[in-house]
């Protein structure tokens, strides 16, 4: 009776069908997994089985043998000079190709659509394409490794660029269009003023990548500490390669906070 | 007579220009530098010309790889061999990416100040930078190389425990960006802390994370074709086997395969990604509409 009295609670509402796209979605995204992990061999298996194998290297790792860093040294100056060479050069051109990759410096668009293009394709390459490719040019060496991380760069530079003129004030803009300003003066006075606090952040986070990149590098033969880490663990002395891994670690978290502290007083 | 001689004045005098010292000792410190880094890289800038002369030389080459018959022998083998290659390096970076996702799901809850204690917290992000400062190269040459051996699944997973630290960060920054709201109902409805973090955290940051997981992939597949030349597989390995014996019309054909799937892939990425951030829109009405007539 008193059941009765109460009013009975609310039908809960019923929870929504997941929908087919998610259904689709998950499936795929399943298939995909499994069929890569075939391809690939994938297995966990040596994790258990050779572990012992492992552990003697990490061991060997575990005692980095730190009198070898005074060889080193000369390797990181080649390394953080190529990429000060490399980003200078490669941030200036890259800037030019932004201005003809947006619309707003960019007024024909054939070539806009060009440049885009041809930026994509810049940009689907990685790195270690072009070092092979002007390692057969110019032979081994820190000349191969500079004219690779210039062309990488020059793609990164422009489609971050680019993406920084698109986002600009249109006043100035109207402004100088109202003062008959052709296509030169226009991006000179009316775009570059507000773009170079971040073109300036994205020429010093290019800098950092060229440091992180230069393992890369020297492994296919442009020079820097890459070539150093190669010869060493070529020769099995891990201590070594164990060293220059620890010094690489201090010296990127050393650019990265003076590049953050510089970005800062940009931005 | 002060009066006079400004009323006399028509024209409002221009403003001074600001000093551009500053600019100028940053421009003369940057030439200064990049100077002396051309000097110290030690490059060899006297086999700069060799550039243009070989470069137009090869690419000739190459191109003449490329536009050659691809059912013809050897260019049909050159074919397989780089499509081959480079879905074991798309097969590679897809499980890296599987595996970088899965691992920094907990890492990324972890680090999140607002989910977990501060010492946690701090400790996740010391290990999460530590991961992101060495490039994954480094991991497969340590810690794979020696367990694994050198092929594709020593890439795979050094392209996963790379990935750990990006995707780690960057879910542990959206999970901080989230609307308190929900947490707080939900906490005052009285649900327990898995249903908190699986309902209100997880559900607001779940776009965001998927679409990082795609952007890590893309970025895997360049990283993977890196891997190739210390032999984990891939297109990577085959690149650099063509060029040690520079088989020039081969590798246009590589390179060709590579820019081609690489812009594929990057094109449909990114529309999935815009679809996960933007929400369904005009698709979603559409497959609803179905759905009804159906």
């Not at chain 1, 790195?127 to 057969?136: Q, R």
């Not at chain 2, 779940?206 to 997981?213: G, K, T």
Request: proline share 5%.
């Amino acid at each position: 009776m008193t059941v009765a009295a109460t009013p009975a609670a609310p039908a809960r509402p019923r929870k929504p069908r997941p929908s087919r796209v998610l259904i689709l979605g998950l499936a795929a995204v399943a298939a995909i997994t499994v069929w890569a992990g075939w391809e690939i061999d994938f297995t966990l298996g040596p994790l258990f089985e050779n572990f012992s194998n492992g552990w003697v290297v990490v061991e060997q790792f575990l005692h980095p043998n730190w009198s070898y860093l005074g060889n080193a040294w000369t390797a990181w100056l080649e390394t953080i000079s190529i990429a000060i060479v490399a980003s200078f050069f490669g941030v200036a051109v890259g800037l030019v190709f932004a201005y003809m990759a947006s619309r707003v410096t960019n007024r024909s668009t054939p070539l806009y659509r060009a440049t885009k293009w041809f930026l994509a394709v810049l940009r689907s390459l990685p790195d270690v394409a072009y070092v092979l490719i002007f390692v057969a040019l110019v032979g081994v060496g820190s000349l191969a490794g500079i004219l690779a991380l210039f062309i990488f760069n020059i793609g990164i530079a422009a489609k971050l660029t680019a993406e920084t003129i698109d986002a600009v004030d249109q006043g100035p803009l109207e402004a100088a269009d109202a003062s008959g300003a052709g296509t030169f003066a226009r991006a000179r006075w009316a775009v570059q003023p507000q773009i170079l606090p971040n073109f300036l952040s994205y020429a010093l986070y290019i800098f950092e990548l060229n440091i992180r990149s230069s393992v890369v590098i020297g492994y296919a033969g442009g020079g820097g500490i890459g070539q150093l880490i190669q010869v060493q663990f070529a020769r099995f002395n891990f201590e070594n390669v164990s060293a220059i891994v620890i010094s690489m670690f201090v010296v990127v978290l050393l650019i990265d906070q003076l590049s953050q502290h510089l970005r800062r007083r940009l931005v | 007579m002060s009066a006079a001689s400004t009323a006399s004045e028509t024209r409002t005098v221009r403003p001074e220009e600001p000093g551009k010292a500053r600019a100028t000792i940053g421009a003369i410190v940057l030439v200064a530098l990049v100077l002396a880094g051309g000097y110290l890289s030690n490059a060899d800038w006297g086999k700069l010309p060799d550039m243009f002369t070989e470069g137009g030389k090869y690419f000739v080459l190459m191109l003449k790889g490329v536009v050659q018959n691809p059912f013809s022998e050897p260019y049909s083998e050159y074919w397989t061999t780089a499509l081959g290659g480079m879905l074991e390096s798309i097969s590679m970076a897809w499980i890296g990416t599987m595996i970088g996702a899965v691992l920094s799901i907990p890492m990324g809850f972890l680090a999140a100040r607002n989910v977990s204690h501060p010492v946690v917290v701090q400790v996740t992000r010391v290990i999460l930078n530590a991961i992101r400062t060495l490039p994954e190269l480094v991991f497969a040459i340590i810690l794979l190389l020696p367990i694994f051996g050198f092929g594709p699944n020593a890439g795979a997973l050094a392209l996963g425990v790379g990935a750990v630290g990006t995707l780690g960060k960057l879910t542990a920054e959206a999970l901080e960006g989230i609307d308190p709201g929900p947490v707080e109902a939900a906490r005052a409805a009285g649900a327990p802390g898995s249903a908190i973090l699986r309902w209100t955290y997880w559900s607001q940051v779940l776009p965001e994370v998927l679409a990082f997981w795609l952007y890590r992939f893309e970025i895997n597949i360049r990283a993977s074709a890196i891997l190739g030349i210390i032999g984990a597989g891939g297109i990577g390995s085959v690149l650099s086997q063509a060029f040690r014996y520079r088989e020039w019309d081969f590798i246009g054909i590589l390179l060709c395969v590579i820019i081609v799937v690489t812009v594929l892939v990057d094109a449909v990425s990114g529309a999935v990604r815009h679809r996960i951030i933007a929400g369904s829109g005009v698709s979603e009405a559409k497959v609803e509409q179905d759905g009804a007539t159906l």
